[in-house]
């Protein structure tokens, strides 16, 4: 049950020379053209672990900031993008809730035995102390 991950082939010179030759020589992200000899990465369209395949047609050349900015996320106000991280954890999330694995968050003070007051304390409801 729940989602299996696809196993990672290499990724040897040849292979990655004809994913950046299908390509163009076009980032896959911001669509601009990597330089010829510059550093790049290859990067998949649809992760592995959310399912996809690791053949070359989900596979695409990306600037090196660019990969970095798809995997993790930007963190700059008013430009959220959802990164592979951030969708992986919430698959994984949905699928621990789906399996009844999700911990359940409680406070102490949710605790029938105590209350917390208006000036913030906390008080036994019985009266006794704490």
Do not use: W
């Amino acid at each position: 049950m729940g989602m299996v991950k696809t196993p990672r082939r290499s990724m040897g010179s040849a292979r990655r020379r004809r994913i950046f030759v299908a390509h163009g020589g076009v980032c896959g992200f911001c669509h601009e053209e990597i330089p010829v000899g510059g550093p790049f990465e290859i990067d998949h369209e649809i992760p592995l672990s959310l399912g996809g395949s690791d053949d070359d047609g989900n596979c695409y050349p990306v600037h090196v900031r660019c990969h970095e900015i798809k995997t993790f996320g930007l963190k700059r106000p008013g430009r959220q993008r959802v990164s592979d991280f951030s969708a992986i954890a919430k698959v994984k999330r949905l699928r621990d809730r789906r399996l009844g694995l999700e911990v359940k968050k409680r406070s102490r003070l949710s605790d029938p035995h105590f209350m917390r007051k208006v000036d913030g304390t906390v008080v036994r409801r019985d009266g006794g102390s704490i």
